[in-house]
Each structure stands twice: as structure tokens, then as C-alpha cells.
């Protein structure tokens, strides 16, 4: 078992031949296609993988990731905390034939001669990742909590005079 940073190069055949376990994190410098996407890692991120041949020897990937990161609140739109995780069952193929003929069980797993596990954790952060972020509590900006105040204000204004315009008054004065 390997802990620390994840190796960049490795042949995952040769990996799952010798049932090889692998523990690893990865920096935000390692996931260069999160920081495209406009989402950063808080702090690094935390990986498992278990390399191992199934019954009809396949070579077999199991992996875990879990890793906090920092989105846009879709409500309030200011920054929050995001704990991704993410456990996937991948078998490593080399054609899209062979992915096609994959039981639903596992996950295809396109790869080369070598492979960078980095990539793969930044793929299986980019799948777990929620579509529309909001806060679990009810979250507003002091200019949401102002602007819905303002709102409440002018209803209670109507309703003690007692008059409302009518919405039909504007054709009433076209008519005549």
C-alpha cells in the first residue's frame, strides 16, 4: 500500500495483476480541469484505489474519493464548502467495443498503456459534483434580507388605506 501523493504514471494492468491497494491525495494543482470549471479543492483530496482481476479476469479498478470543494452558492451566490464523495467500480478497457460489452456492474475505464490516477479522481470529482449548489439553511445576503423588507413594507401600506387600484381602471378610461 502507497500513501501520500498520487503516482502520475502507472500501468494499471500490472496493478490489478498484483491485487495492489493505493492511497493517495491530490492538490488543487493536480486537477487542472476543476479550476477550468470554476470550482477550487478547500483542502486536498483524499483517494482510494483497489486494484484487483475479477472472475473473468478483467482487470478491475474500485475506487474511492472524497474531497471538499468551494461552489457558488445557486440561492444566495456566495461561496460554500461542498463535501464530494464518490465510490465507483471501473473495469479497464481499451477499445469502445470492449466498454460497450461490459456488464452494468462496472464502469468502463478507457485507458492507454499507462495511466495518471490523478485523472481519474479529477473525473470522478466532475461526476459527483452537484448541478445547483444551495446552503442547507435558509441563506440571503444582507441585500436579499433588505430588498424582501422593502417588499413586506408596501403591501401593509395598501391594506391600511383600503383602496387598490383596480386593474381593469386603465381600460375603463380608453372606453370613455
Known amino acids: 500500500?502507497?500513501?501520500?501523493?498520487?503516482?502520475?504514471?502507472?500501468?494499471?494492468?500490472?496493478?490489478?495483476?498484483?491485487g495492489v491497494n493505493i492511497e493517495g491525495t491530490v492538490s488543487p494543482e493536480d486537477?487542472?480541469?476543476?479550476?477550468d470549471s470554476g470550482?477550487?479543492?478547500?483542502?486536498?483530496?483524499?483517494?482510494?484505489?483497489?486494484?484487483?482481476?475479477?472472475?473473468?479476469?478483467?482487470?478491475?479498478?474500485?475506487?474511492?474519493?472524497?474531497?471538499?470543494?468551494?461552489?457558488?452558492?445557486?440561492?444566495?451566490?456566495s461561496d460554500m464548502d461542498v463535501l464530494v464523495k464518490s465510490a465507483s467500480l471501473m473495469a479497464c478497457v481499451w477499445t469502445d467495443e470492449?466498454?460497450?460489452?461490459?456488464?452494468?456492474?462496472?464502469?468502463?475505464?478507457?485507458?492507454?498503456?499507462?495511466?495518471d490516477l490523478s485523472d481519474i479522481v479529477e473525473e470522478e470529482i466532475?461526476?459527483?459534483?452537484p448541478v445547483s449548489p444551495i446552503h442547507e439553511?435558509?441563506?440571503?445576503?444582507?441585500?436579499?434580507?433588505?430588498?424582501?423588507?422593502?417588499d413586506t413594507e408596501e403591501p401593509a401600506a395598501v391594506e391600511e388605506t383600503g383602496e387598490r387600484d383596480s386593474p381593469f381602471a386603465v381600460l375603463e378610461?380608453?372606453?370613455s
Open 1 to 18: 500500500m502507497k500513501t501520500g501523493a498520487l503516482p502520475k504514471q502507472l500501468d494499471l494492468r500490472g496493478l490489478a495483476a498484483r
Open 31 to 35: 486537477l487542472p480541469r476543476l479550476a
Open 39 to 77: 470550482i477550487a479543492i478547500a483542502d486536498s483530496g483524499s483517494a482510494a484505489f483497489d486494484f484487483r482481476r475479477d472472475e473473468e479476469a478483467r482487470y478491475v479498478v474500485a475506487v474511492c474519493v472524497e474531497a471538499k470543494v468551494v461552489m457558488q452558492c445557486q440561492r444566495c451566490l
Open 98 to 115: 470492449e466498454a460497450a460489452a461490459l456488464p452494468a456492474t462496472y464502469e468502463p475505464l478507457l485507458v492507454d498503456d499507462t495511466a
Open 126 to 129: 466532475l461526476l459527483a459534483i
Open 137 to 150: 439553511k435558509e441563506c440571503k445576503s444582507a441585500e436579499q434580507r433588505a430588498a424582501l423588507e422593502t
Open 173 to 175: 378610461r380608453l372606453k
